[in-house]
């Protein structure tokens, strides 16, 4: 007999089991496992699209305003013709300002000005294309803004949907298994009892 052809062990060989089989893995494992990397698909895939999409939409929206606005709205010198209210401790006053229109026309309206702002003093001041004193159009940063905390939001979302859902079957299948569990106990807990009795 030499060494290198060590004897072979008599009988058959044990029946290999596929790749993964588990005799103790439950159909609920199972069902756990491809869920949880159904849940992982959609992390990776769903999450990246679901930022973006909702990123891009803010973003063209609030561009879409910046044009609109910016087309509207210009900055014309108006005087100050009073001082009408005071809003909050040392913050800004409200005032009535008059200012003349591109066509010739006079208007009036209130804003906001410094607490040092005095009547005739002569302002710079927004307003739009129906002749209303309001505020600067939207900038293109804002947009840019928007664009990030929508998708932010939107991912966010995502990740906050695959962690709910993997926690809420976790949770059942949990359930289910303790339940199971309980019913084999029951059937198999007399005959175990029954082997200490004397």
Known sequence: MSARNPPHASGPFPPRRPAGANPL???SDTFESWFR???MLVLVLGLPAAALGAGQTAYESSMHAVRTQSAERHRTDARVLSVTEEVGDNARQRAQVRWTDDDGTARTGTTLVT????????LRVWVNGAGAVTGP?????QAVTAGWFAGGAAALGVASGVFAARTGVRHALD?????QWDAEWLRVEPLWAGRFRR
């Open 25 to 27: 893995r439950r159909p």
């Open 137 to 141: 159009p939207k900038t293109r940063n």
């Open 37 to 39: 990397g159904f849940l």
């Open 115 to 122: 607490p040092d702002t005095h009547q005739g003093t002569v």
């Open 175 to 179: 359930r289910r298994r303790y339940a």
